[in-house]
């Protein structure tokens, strides 16, 4: 649990994991105003991050592959295998070992290999089946919004006993992509200017809330 917050009014006992907002004050009031970028790598450090293909979306790469292997053990080591909780362990297992597939492209971005009746019909010209038209226009967002919101909110409030779901420590890290994604789709269908699409800054919150959670419930077990 975060530990109190000394201010000249008092102290402050958060029950969250603070960590999603100080990123995010990190990413748009240090990076985004970070000087010298264009210059150095033709970019600027903010778009380098926010692009497709960087730092970010390898990172969220690296993290969804370790969610699956620790997700994986913990279902090993679950002594009744046939209970709600360990199915879904394993279901969490599989499902991030096919994001981090689908976060390059299932290895498109290494190789330069890809499957052309995939890549053609893709939006981004790759091999994967989320930007594929009518997932990526229709149901890739609503998925992120509807995930985002149970696993940061729904999940641990009605689900008390099922430690597959993240605990509320963690629902910042899910409920920053949940309102990022709700309102990028909001100002598209408003009469204003479709906000700036910042994915990979938000989603980087949502694979680390999963690496988290599959860390902390590991080491639990191990205990």
Request: net charge neutral; glycine share 6%.
């Given at each position: 649990?975060?530990?109190?917050?000394?201010?000249?009014?008092?102290?402050?006992?958060p029950?969250?994991?603070?960590?999603?907002?100080?990123?995010?004050?990190f990413?748009?009031?240090?990076?985004y105003?970070?000087?010298?970028g264009k210059?150095l790598i033709?970019?600027?450090?903010?778009?380098?991050?926010?692009?497709e293909?960087?730092p970010l979306?390898?990172?969220?790469?690296?993290?969804?592959?370790?969610?699956?292997?620790l997700?994986f053990?913990?279902f090993?080591?679950?002594?009744?295998?046939?209970?709600?909780?360990?199915?879904?362990?394993?279901?969490i297992?599989?499902l991030?070992l096919?994001?981090?597939?689908e976060?390059i492209s299932w290895?498109?971005?290494?190789?330069?290999?890809?499957?052309?009746?995939?890549s053609?019909l893709?939006?981004?010209?790759e091999t994967?089946?989320h930007n594929l038209?009518?997932?990526?226009?229709?149901?890739?967002?609503?998925?992120?919004?509807?995930?985002?919101?149970?696993?940061?909110?729904?999940?641990?409030?009605?689900f008390k006993n099922?430690?597959?779901?993240p605990n509320r420590?963690?629902?910042?890290?899910?409920?920053?992509?949940?309102l990022?994604y709700?309102?990028?789709?909001?100002?598209?269908?408003?009469t204003t200017?479709?906000?700036?699409?910042?994915?990979?800054?938000?989603e980087?919150?949502?694979?680390?809330?999963?690496?988290?959670h599959?860390?902390?419930s590991?080491?639990k077990?191990?205990?």
């Amino acid at each position: 649990m975060s530990k109190d917050i000394k201010t000249p009014f008092g102290k402050i006992t958060p029950k969250v994991d603070l960590f999603p907002i100080y990123y995010l004050l990190f990413i748009y009031g240090f990076v985004y105003i970070f000087p010298y970028g264009k210059n150095l790598i033709g970019i600027s450090w903010f778009d380098l991050l926010r692009s497709e293909d960087g730092p970010l979306e390898w990172l969220q790469f690296f993290e969804y592959v370790s969610s699956a292997f620790l997700a994986f053990l913990i279902f090993v080591r679950r002594k009744n295998k046939k209970e709600v909780n360990s199915f879904l362990w394993l279901l969490i297992a599989l499902l991030s070992l096919i994001i981090a597939g689908e976060e390059i492209s299932w290895g498109e971005r290494l190789t330069g290999m890809g499957i052309t009746a995939i890549s053609d019909l893709n939006v981004q010209g790759e091999t994967n089946f989320h930007n594929l038209p009518f997932f990526h226009n229709y149901l890739l967002d609503p998925v992120f919004e509807i995930s985002c919101v149970f696993l940061g909110w729904f999940g641990w409030r009605k689900f008390k006993n099922v430690d597959a779901f993240p605990n509320r420590e963690l629902s910042l890290y899910f409920l920053f992509v949940a309102l990022f994604y709700f309102y990028f789709d909001v100002s598209w269908a408003s009469t204003t200017e479709q906000i700036r699409n910042d994915q990979e800054i938000f989603e980087f919150l949502l694979s680390s809330g999963i690496f988290l959670h599959c860390l902390r419930s590991l080491r639990k077990k191990i205990k």
